[in-house]
């Protein structure tokens, strides 16, 4: 897509009581920027890159989406990663308020949705309470557009009641997902797991999980969802780690669990004018 037409940074100057300059103050807009595919971007999304003063965004959010902002917009990488944040989440914090404090128009773009694991929740907390004026956009997340890619529903009246999404990756110190219990649940309650962050974790995840699945339960790994290098395989939850070791499927990656699953081999045969690009 085309980079449009330089515009100039939008900065509003008002006048205060004593005639001095004093620069209104600017906005943050926490925008979801989709799984990866351009074309998945909300109207509204394109609508504020193309407008913003400021982006600051994560690593997975692709350059075909970036290239949207206006020439004049800079452009800030604090990508992160597990194990590799380039710029602490305080640093990011106070980043959005220092930029919207200068009357800039700030869109923070994330990957997915903002409020799907994208800590959007603690940056909403963080501008709220310095008085920053903020809203949020929501985007497609990773894990319900790599599903639908594969021409698969999350729920199925006969297969899935209801969908978790859940995280395989816990905070140092924190205990994490409880595995079993929900096993447990999605077993009882006919629920599709969609785990995020779950590829290095895989075996332990496995292992949890079986307390309340079948080892045949049907599980699909999708890394690069609706983007040019996406993949995918299928397996079984018995299978699931060594499955993930001989593919060398890595992240980001989302494994979904459940009988859904099962309709994938069938989505393969889908035209390919079914299938994103
Ligand atoms: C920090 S979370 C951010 C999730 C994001 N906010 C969302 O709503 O999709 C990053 C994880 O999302 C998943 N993810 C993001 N984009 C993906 C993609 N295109 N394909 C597969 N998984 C993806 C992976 O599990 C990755 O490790």
Redesign the pocket.
């Known amino acids: 897509m085309a980079r449009p037409t330089p515009s100039h940074p939008r900065r509003l100057v008002a006048l205060d009581g004593a005639g001095k300059a004093a620069v209104a103050a600017g906005r943050v807009w926490l925008v979801g920027a989709g799984?990866?595919d351009p074309e998945l971007l909300t109207l509204k999304a394109a609508r504020l890159i193309a407008a913003a003063d400021v982006i600051v965004h994560d690593g997975?959010v692709s350059p075909e989406i970036l290239s949207l902002a206006p020439a004049s917009a800079r452009l800030i990488d604090v990508a992160?990663r597990k194990s590799r944040h380039t710029l602490p989440q305080d640093d990011i914090n106070r980043l959005l308020v220092a930029f919207a404090l200068q009357g800039l128009t700030v869109v923070r773009l994330?990957?997915?949705?903002?409020f799907?694991?994208?800590r959007g929740g603690e940056e909403l907390e963080h501008l709220q309470a310095a008085g920053i004026a903020v809203t949020v956009i929501n985007?497609i997340?990773?894990?319900l557009a790599?599903v639908t890619s594969l021409g698969v529903p999350l729920t199925h009246r006969q297969h899935a009641h209801g969908v978790v999404f859940v995280t395989g990756h816990a905070k140092p110190g924190d205990e994490g997902t409880d595995w079993r219990a929900l096993a447990d649940t999605a077993f009882k309650a006919k629920l599709t797991l969609v785990i995020?962050?779950g590829v290095s974790g895989a075996g332990r995840i496995q292992d949890e999980l079986l307390t309340g699945l079948p080892a045949s339960t049907p599980v699909a790994v999708?890394?690069?969802?609706?983007?040019t290098s996406q993949r995918h395989i299928t397996t079984t939850l018995g299978q699931l780690a060594t499955a993930i070791a001989e593919s060398r499927l890595a992240?980001?990656?989302?494994i979904v669990v459940g009988d859904v699953v099962s309709g994938i081999a069938a989505a393969a045969e889908l035209p390919a004018q079914f299938r994103v690009a």
Do not use: E, R
Request: hydrophobic share 35%; glycine share 20%.
């Open positions: 799984p990866g997975l992160k994330k990957g997915g949705d903002p799907i694991f994208g985007g997340t990773a894990g790599a995020y962050m999708i890394q690069n969802a609706t983007l992240s980001p990656s989302v």
